[in-house]
């Protein structure tokens, strides 16, 4: 789907900006003051770049079935000013968990965007960083009620179907293709 050789490029720009990831495991949980991030040798969350005061960051979220067995759920977190991947997570774990995960990382950069995506187990994650965590950051979707596109609010997270997904992966394709994005 996307052009092997912009993301080759892509990749080589970014080793060149010395850029060293560093593996953590992140503790956060309800009534906690502050994220509680360990490094190790190994582990789920990859840290490019630490958050900058000032900038501001956007955390999309794939939730997975949980289980050892399933797929794997994702966190993705760009730097809003650079278009950077700043961080990353993926691992085999419940949505409940998740939301942990995600509340953790959207308090550390910045109080970052958090959009979640609502399918299945989706919806755990946006409810708890609602209702328990109080979360303020919430991406909140557009339904479409009209034919110009003019719409009311809708969900708090993003809604997955076949002609927004067509859009995100065109996007994509051209944010490689220009340069746009670093990963």
């Keep these: 789907v996307f052009s092997l050789v912009a993301l080759d490029e892509i990749w080589q720009r970014r080793m060149e900006l ?4 560093r593996y953590y495991v992140l503790q956060y ?3 906690a003051t502050a994220p509680v991030l360990n490094e190790v040798e190994r582990g789920d969350l990859v840290i490019f770049r630490h ?3 000032g900038h501001s960051y956007t955390i999309g979220v794939d ?4 289980g050892l067995k399933s797929d794997f759920a994702a ?10 991947q700043v961080a990353r997570w993926r691992g085999r774990v419940e949505a409940f968990h998740v939301a942990d995960l995600v509340a953790g990382l959207g308090h550390y950069y910045c109080m970052a965007v ?3 995506e609502l399918s299945h187990e ?4 946006s409810t708890r960083l609602i209702t328990d965590y109080h979360y303020p950051a919430m991406y909140r979707g557009i339904i479409a009620t009209r034919p110009e596109g003019s719409g009311v609010e809708g969900s708090f997270g993003y809604v997955p179907n076949e002609h927004n997904k067509r859009m995100i992966v065109d996007s994509l394709q051209l ?7 670093w990963i």
């Excluded at 939730?63 to 949980?66: H, I, L, P, V």
């Design 75 to 84: 966190i993705q977190v760009v730097d809003r000013n650079t278009m950077e």
């Design 175 to 181: 944010a490689i293709r220009e340069k746009l994005l």
């Design 51 to 53: 958050p900058i005061v």
């Design 18 to 21: 010395d850029v060293v990831p």
């Design 29 to 31: 949980w309800v009534g």
């Design 114 to 116: 958090v959009a979640p």
């Design 63 to 66: 939730t997975s079935r949980g």
């Design 122 to 125: 989706g919806y755990t994650v």
